[in-house]
């Protein structure tokens, strides 16, 4: 779906209902582990960015740990504090 999703040229953190972006919506499948994190290391190594928030407020990691995807949350925070360190030294 990823890969279709760049061949058809729509930008990576294009926004759907209530602002939610393809890394959100992995963010939230379940279970843990698996192909879904293939998922989500793909979209984060093609630029998507880990610190948008919906219109809720909630950014992918905030996702994931409400619905208790504990690990998951600590690798999005720590890809979004990575995204926040890339983007003010360059």
Same mark, same amino acid.
């Given at each position: ?10 930008? /990576? ?7 939610? =972006? ?6 939230? =499948? !379940? ?8 998922? /989500? ?5 093609? %630029?998507?960015?880990? #610190?948008?928030?919906?219109?809720? %407020?909630?950014?992918?990691?905030? /996702? ?7 690990? !998951? ?6 890809? #979004?504090?990575?995204?926040? =360190? ?5």
């Amino acid at each position: 779906m990823v890969a279709k999703m760049l061949d058809m040229g729509l930008g /990576i953190d294009s926004e759907m209902t209530e602002g939610t =972006t393809p890394l959100m919506l992995a963010a939230e =499948t !379940r279970p843990e582990g698996g192909e879904n994190e293939l998922v /989500i290391a793909t979209l984060l190594n093609h %630029g998507a960015n880990p #610190c948008l928030k919906n219109l809720s %407020g909630q950014s992918a990691a905030a /996702i994931a740990l409400k619905f208790n995807l504990v690990v !998951r949350a600590q690798r999005l925070a720590a890809a #979004c504090a990575a995204w926040g =360190t890339r983007r003010t030294s360059g």
